[in-house]
């Protein structure tokens, strides 16, 4: 059989590429300013040499008689493209916005793009603009430390390879399931999904976005309620990412006036060789069943989502659009709560490096970003400003902070989860 085979999150963003009108709201969009001696030219061999070491992102996609098929090619190079114009501060956002929407076909392009322009003397700016269909947020830790590594190798004279050869094999992420073990996925997530209400976000514009770009707002809880929400986090024995998507429903089955709300998130059942390995697609796409009962204490349903999210984690194996038709879901989901670990630090010598935000597309008109770590304490809102209002916002905002609040406010915990629901390695 001709190429290789995708697993069922890579199936998803390959029909999502092509159904959106904006390819871009496929993509993710990282950009940094490195100010310092960066050498460009061993700045560009690190690139090349990333690419070149996982093969996913050194592949192309295409449609055979057998579905769609990876393709890996051989060794690229010049992958960096290296403006010759200085981007001028005043048009910082239009420049980075000219870029990101530059067309990426899977058919005849690899999936990740590199791009550094300088902004003035020893200052550049640093643009990744990388196909969602081989990476994720665990990804882009890995490829950003690859792309350091290599960097400071390079920069000392180490000869080609620049990264030791990886030798973890994707296949075995996409190989089919037994029949009966798909009936048995089927079933669960069609008992999982019946009767789910998709939520209603308040006066949402129904008309399809004209642009699907969304906007940033950060709520940032202090420094006593990230502490108290880590201490929950040790006392209910669950991760960060639990207690946030926990507080994240309590507030938005208020906002949507619904005790039953269907989300979609990611899981990620963990694979300790193919975290070190980036792309092989740790994580999977679900709708997320959350019922919010007001009669609970807050304890219960945080252990509540716990439960919601561990039992899938034997079932993810399904697309998610296979996932919503066997329950019966013909509407796409408008919330997506999603892990994040805000970029720290980036090894590069004689270079400091400072993270900016660059132009995001995504479908959804709601996105919630949680911390993934007890290092942070924040819920990020990316919304699609010309369909939600500024006022609803202000309320979502509002019952975000007074739910974290109450959380913080915990004193006496219930004992943790049964022994063998808090066995599973919950990474999200």
């Not at 990282?30 to 460009?40: A, K, S, T, Y």
């Not at 929407?101 to 990744?128: G, M």
């Not at 204490?297 to 509540?304: E, F, G, T």
């Not at 194996?317 to 892990?339: F, K, N, R």
């Amino acid at each position: 059989m001709a190429g290789k085979g995708l697993n069922p999150y890579q199936q998803y963003y390959w029909n999502a590429s092509n159904a959106y009108d904006l390819p871009q709201t496929a993509c993710v969009s990282i950009g940094f300013v490195l100010e310092g001696e960066l050498d460009v030219s061993a700045f560009s061999r690190a690139v090349d040499a990333v690419v070149n070491r996982h093969e996913q992102l050194n592949s192309l996609f295409r449609e055979t008689a057998e579905g769609v098929r990876r393709f890996p090619q051989a060794a690229v190079q010049d992958v960096l493209r290296v403006g010759s114009e200085s981007f001028e501060m005043s048009r910082l956002d239009a420049n980075i916005e000219a870029l990101c929407q530059i067309p990426l076909d899977l058919k005849t392009d690899i999936p990740f793009r590199a791009y550094l322009n300088p902004v003035d003397h020893e200052r550049y700016l640093l643009a990744l603009i990388i196909h969602h269909i081989v990476v994720d947020s665990w990804s882009l830790e890995v490829i950003l430390d690859d792309l350091g590594n290599a960097y400071n190798r390079a920069l000392h004279g180490v000869a080609e390879p620049l990264l030791p050869t990886l030798s973890f094999d994707h296949e075995i992420l996409v190989a089919p399931l037994k029949p009966e073990e798909r009936q048995r996925q089927v079933q669960f997530w069609r008992d999982y999904l019946r009767d789910a209400k998709i939520p209603r976000i308040p006066d949402l514009s129904v008309a399809e976005s004209a642009q699907a770009k969304s906007i940033f707002d950060v709520i940032t809880p202090s420094r006593e309620t990230h502490e108290a929400l880590n201490q929950l986090c040790n006392a209910l024995d669950v991760t960060p990412f639990v207690v946030y998507t926990a507080a994240a429903s309590i507030a938005l089955a208020r906002f949507c006036s619904l005790d039953d709300l269907l989300i979609q998130t990611n899981v990620t059942p963990r694979w300790e060789e193919g975290t070190q390995t980036v792309v092989s697609y740790l994580s999977a796409r679900i709708p997320l069943r959350i019922r919010v009962d007001s009669a609970l204490v807050l304890q219960a349903q945080i252990l509540s989502v716990a439960d919601a999210l561990y039992e899938t984690f034997e079932n993810v194996s399904l697309s998610i659009g296979d996932m919503m038709t066997v329950g019966g879901i013909t509407e796409s989901l408008p919330i997506h709560i999603g892990a994040e670990s805000p970029f720290e630090s980036w090894n590069l010598e004689n270079v400091t490096v400072s993270q900016v935000q660059l132009p995001d597309y995504q479908p959804w008109p709601l996105f919630l970003w949680v911390p993934v770590s007890s290092e942070h304490s924040f819920i990020k809102l990316q919304y699609q400003a010309d369909r939600i209002s500024a006022g609803d916002m202000a309320m979502l905002k509002h019952l975000l902070i007074e739910t974290l609040e109450r959380f913080s406010r915990l004193s006496e915990v219930q004992p943790s989860r049964d022994p063998e629901a808090s066995s599973h390695a919950a990474v999200q």
